[in-house]
């Protein structure tokens, strides 16, 4: 069974920095990219970072320069390195893996997080 297991969300101050993590577990096939969107009250999830099949790297034009993803050598482990937090940043965070899962490789689906609440408020 597929899990994404989020950490590392929190008060910050505008210009303040916060680190997310997101740990898959499960059998997979194919992975096919794993990254972060985020959701506003109010708003649409929207696409934060991911990393793509072949490390492409795709950022949402709101954070380019500001975050940083990165993932660990074995692909399990994605990180969101958020610096220069602003107020709009506020939100809740959602892990995402879109994959084939081992126990059903025909199959490719999208797998999400519980999700980690990121403010950004003096």
């Known amino acids: 069974q597929i899990q994404l297991v989020e950490s590392g969300g929190g008060l910050v101050q505008p210009g303040g920095s916060l680190r997310l993590s997101c740990t898959r577990s499960g059998a997979i096939y194919s992975l096919y990219a794993m990254g972060w969107y985020r959701q506003a009250p109010g708003m649409q999830r929207e696409l934060v970072a991911t990393i793509h099949s072949g490390d492409i790297l795709e950022y949402a034009d709101s954070v380019k320069g500001r975050f940083t993803i990165s993932r660990d050598s074995d692909k399990t482990t994605v990180f969101l390195q958020m610096n220069n937090l602003k107020p709009e940043d506020t939100a809740v965070y959602y892990c995402?893996?879109?994959?084939?899962?081992?126990?059903?490789?025909?199959?490719?689906?999208?797998?999400w997080g519980q999700g980690t609440q990121v403010t950004v408020s003096s």
């Open positions: 995402n893996a879109d994959l084939t899962p081992r126990d059903s490789p025909l199959g490719r689906y999208d797998y």
